[in-house]
Nanobody, 119 residues
Framework: QVQLVESGGGLVQPGGSLRLSCLAS????????MRWYRQAPGKQRELVAT???????NYADSVLGRFTISRDNAKNTAYLQMNSLKPEDTAVYYC?????????????WGQGTQVTVSS
C-alpha cells in the first residue's frame, strides 16, 4: 500500500512563502504523475499544479508565476514552492499520485496539510 505524507503547511503572512513536501512510500513514485490540489472551506477541491513522470509541469492560472512544483525521484518526494502568498491561497493542500491508461494504474491521496495566509 502506498502512503503519501504531506508536510510544510502552516500560518504565513501575505506575501510570504512556504514549501510543501509530499513523501511517497513504496516503489511507484518515479512512474506517477504528481499533483497538488487544494480545498478551501465551502469550496470544491481544485487542481493547483502537476508534474508528470517525465517532468512536465502545469499550473492553475491562479498560481501561475507564484508557485513551482518539482519532484526528486531519488527521495520519492514532490514539492510545491509557494511564493507571494495571498489570503485566497488559504486551504488544505493535498498531494496526489496518479497513473492512468498504463498498467499499473493507481490513484493515491495524502491526508492534507493546512496552509493559512493571514496577517
Amino acid at each position: 500500500q502506498v502512503q503519501l505524507v504531506e508536510s510544510g503547511g502552516g500560518l504565513v503572512q501575505p506575501g510570504g512563502s512556504l514549501r510543501l513536501s509530499c513523501l511517497a512510500s513504496g516503489s511507484i513514485f518515479s512512474i506517477a504523475d504528481m499533483r497538488w490540489y487544494r480545498q478551501a472551506p465551502g469550496k470544491q477541491r481544485e487542481l493547483v499544479a502537476t508534474v508528470t513522470s517525465s517532468g512536465n509541469t502545469n499550473y492553475a492560472d491562479s498560481v501561475l508565476g507564484r508557485f513551482t512544483i518539482s519532484r526528486d525521484n531519488a527521495k520519492n518526494t514532490a514539492y510545491l514552492q509557494m511564493n507571494s502568498l495571498k489570503p485566497e491561497d488559504t486551504a488544505v493542500y493535498y498531494c496526489n499520485a496518479q497513473r492512468r491508461k498504463i498498467q499499473p494504474q493507481f490513484n493515491y491521496w495524502g491526508q492534507g496539510t493546512q496552509v493559512t495566509v493571514s496577517s
